[in-house]
C-alpha cells in the first residue's frame, strides 16, 4: 500500500471530531453545513468525513477570534480617567 502524501488529505469520522472538540457529532455535521469545516459524505452508504486540515484552519479561527475578543474586552475596560486625564471633560 502506497504512502500518503502531504497533498492527500486525511479523512476524520464526525464523532473523532466531536470528541477533539468536546463537542456533539450533530455540532459537527453543523459545522460542516455551515462551511466552518470541510467534509465530504463518503463510502457505501454515504458517511459523513471531515478533512483533517480544515480542523486544524477551524481551530486557528477560533484561536484568532478568541484572541481578538480578549482585546476588545480589554480595551472595554480601560480607566478612562487614566486615557483621558484625572479632571472630567478635560477642566482643570
Same mark, same amino acid.
Given at each position: 500500500?502506497?504512502?500518503?502524501?502531504?497533498?492527500?488529505?486525511?479523512?476524520?469520522?464526525?464523532? *473523532?471530531?466531536?470528541?477533539?472538540?468536546?463537542?456533539?457529532?450533530?455540532?459537527?455535521?453543523?459545522?460542516?453545513?455551515?462551511?466552518?469545516?470541510?467534509?465530504? *459524505?463518503?463510502?457505501?452508504?454515504?458517511?459523513?468525513?471531515?478533512?483533517?486540515?480544515?480542523?486544524?484552519?477551524?481551530?486557528?479561527? *477560533?484561536?484568532?477570534?478568541?484572541?481578538?475578543?480578549?482585546?476588545?474586552?480589554?480595551? *472595554?475596560?480601560?480607566?478612562?480617567?487614566?486615557?483621558?486625564?484625572?479632571?472630567?471633560?478635560?477642566?482643570?
Amino acid at each position: 500500500m502506497p504512502e500518503a502524501s502531504d497533498a492527500t488529505p486525511r479523512f476524520l469520522a464526525p464523532a *473523532q471530531v466531536a470528541e477533539l472538540l468536546s463537542i456533539e457529532v450533530d455540532e459537527v455535521i453543523a459545522l460542516v453545513h455551515e462551511g466552518r469545516l470541510r467534509g465530504s *459524505q463518503l463510502g457505501s452508504p454515504p458517511r459523513w468525513r471531515i478533512e483533517e486540515s480544515s480542523l486544524a484552519d477551524y481551530l486557528s479561527a *477560533q484561536s484568532e477570534e478568541a484572541r481578538r475578543m480578549a482585546l476588545w474586552r480589554q480595551a *472595554q475596560e480601560a480607566s478612562f480617567p487614566e486615557v483621558w486625564g484625572t479632571t472630567p471633560y478635560g477642566r482643570d
